[in-house]
């Protein structure tokens, strides 16, 4: 316990000294709390819409638990964190490293709040995948992508695409085969109490993946401010005042709320019953969870998304509202150029200021 105050310590004063980690830092919280506010709402997106819960009670238990998925996974598993970590290489020069890094994070936040402000349900997660990687090939041209971990990143769209809307159809027929002769109003009754515990998994395993990609780049500004960061080398450990920090932030982001994105994702999109949405709730969480223990840092807005869809097209294919899914579809592939650029510029432009 020493030990830890000793190292959270120590870091604060190397921020002290060092402007561009205090500012890295800063921003790296801020994208935490953006996050919070607008990837969260997602994982309570449907129990919301079928009305199992009311949206300010959904919004605390999504603070909770996403607050105890960073807390576990980081101890269990930092898989993610690492990918991340070693995603990009953003050259020799320590210094000008710090100033691409803050200027990617910067590029983060605009683009989150931008889609907030829309109420775009877009990818946290490919923002910061985007915006990292647009500031390291400013940096070090093509030279700049770590391509064995940023295949990762490819089989992880592969896999919160294809297996979300695989899971969530499967999910939705063997529920239907089930309860099939089951009283209806009975049914209902189960399944309004199985879909808070399927929101709270979702909203555990958002914790879990967003939370260690965040750790990751808090301990790359780290080591880059300590002269310490070789790209092909992962990190040792994570600090538990660090999982405390993050899933702190993350959770005080999520209590702010987000009811423009969950009214898209919950009610625009799909027109949910209770068991459909247990049935998206819980494909969403295990796809996660399998990305999470393969160290494959996807999208848990994309995730859940496409489990809904399944779940819509499981019933009738004409169910799904699919004007909505063309809007978000646009949003996922438009942030990897529209993020990686501004991270590009952003680099740029603070390279030269600083």
Same mark, same amino acid.
């Given at each position: ?73 980081? +101890? ?7 990918? +991340? ?28 709040v931008g889609a907030w402000f829309f109420g775009i349900p877009t990818s946290e997660s490919h923002a910061l995948i ?44 063997? +529920? ?109 969480? +295990? ?68």
């Amino acid at each position: 316990m020493i030990e830890e105050l000793n190292s959270m310590i120590d870091f604060f004063r190397m921020c002290i000294g060092n402007p561009a980690l205090l500012i890295t830092t800063v921003l790296v919280l801020g994208v935490i709390l953006v996050n919070g506010w607008t990837d969260a709402p997602n994982a309570i997106a449907t129990v919301v819409s079928t009305r199992s819960l009311k949206p300010k009670t959904a919004i605390l238990m999504a603070a909770v638990f996403n607050f105890l998925g960073v807390l576990v996974m980081s +101890i269990f598993s930092k898989k993610v964190a690492d990918t +991340i970590y070693k995603m990009v290489d953003f050259g020799g020069d320590n210094t000008k490293a710090q100033v691409a890094l803050c200027a990617a994070l910067f590029a983060i936040v605009l683009w989150a709040v931008g889609a907030w402000f829309f109420g775009i349900p877009t990818s946290e997660s490919h923002a910061l995948i985007a915006g990292i990687t647009g500031a390291a090939i400013a940096m070090s041209g093509a030279g700049g992508i770590n391509m064995n971990e940023w295949i990762n990143v490819i089989y992880g769209l592969g896999l919160s695409a294809i297996l979300g809307f695989a899971m969530g159809f499967a999910a939705s027929k063997t +529920i239907t085969a089930i309860c099939r002769g089951m009283n209806r109003r009975k049914a209902d009754r189960f399944f309004k109490g199985a879909q808070i515990t399927g929101g709270a998994a979702m909203a555990f395993m958002h914790g879990a993946q967003d939370g260690l990609k965040f750790i990751g780049v808090f301990l790359l500004g780290q080591t880059l401010a300590q002269g310490t960061y070789h790209p092909n080398e992962g990190f040792t450990s994570i600090p538990i005042w660090l999982m405390i920090l993050v899933s702190a932030i993350m959770a005080l982001g999520t209590s702010i709320g987000g009811y423009k994105i969950i009214k898209s994702v919950g009610m625009d999109m799909v027109k949910l019953e209770r068991y459909q949405g247990f049935a998206a709730d819980i494909a969403g969480a +295990i796809c996660l969870m399998i990305a999470s223990i393969s160290g494959l840092p996807v999208s848990t807005t994309h995730t859940k998304t496409t489990a809904i869809m399944g779940v819509g097209a499981a019933k009738r294919l004409s169910l799904v509202n699919w004007s909505i899914v063309k809007e978000m579809v646009a949003a996922w592939i438009l942030t990897f150029p529209g993020c990686g650029l501004i991270g590009f510029a952003m680099a740029k432009v603070f390279v030269m200021i600083f």
